[in-house]
């Protein structure tokens, strides 16, 4: 599942992605992404992307709703040091003030994980017996992990770097 959030104060960022080590399955990964709302300027500002795999059961919990989803967000770009925007100096120790963090829930987009059945045909014959326990890429994720990353950690995600990279080869 993919919850797109906007950014409306912490835009200005070093991060492509945050991975929470201890999470089960719920927003294990947040994606940063150019903001296209800012024309030239998003470049530099980010908008954000929470994934997250759960059952169906957990989907209709409140547990799992659009809200947590955002309370948590918040909590792994605050921990990451992501602030909001400046605001003066601070009397006290002339460090810069910062505003909070402020972010905005914008849709959630459910793509399911299992694969579809279907029955052979005279040329063509479907695999139907794969072991999902086992530790290999099943070929419908390939796309996904090639974009985001392994789901629990393994492979390395794409970064903006990575791009740029791609674009000069």
């Known amino acids: 599942m993919f919850d797109w959030i906007k950014v409306v104060r912490g835009q200005k960022q070093p991060y492509d992605y ?6 089960d399955d719920f927003v294990k990964k947040v994606l940063f992404y150019p903001s296209h709302r800012f024309g030239r300027d998003g470049d530099k500002r980010k908008e954000a992307c929470a994934v997250s795999i759960l059952t169906e059961k957990k989907l209709k919990s409140l547990d799992y709703s659009e809200t947590y989803t955002l309370l948590k967000v918040r909590q792994m770009m605050t921990d990451a040091g992501i602030k909001g925007n400046k605001n003066g100096i601070q009397k006290t ?10 972010i905005e829930f914008s849709q959630r987009d459910k793509v399911s994980l299992h694969r579809n059945q279907y029955n052979n045909t005279r040329t063509i014959r479907f695999v139907k017996d794969i072991d999902l326990k086992k530790d290999e890429k099943l070929p419908y994720n390939r796309l996904l992990e090639s974009v985001f990353g392994g789901p629990y950690g393994r492979g390395k995600a794409r970064t903006s770097k990575d791009v740029e990279r791609e674009k000069e080869v």
Do not use: C
């Open 18 to 23: 945050l991975i929470d080590e201890d999470s």
């Open 93 to 102: 120790t002339g460090r810069p003030a910062y505003q909070s963090l402020k």
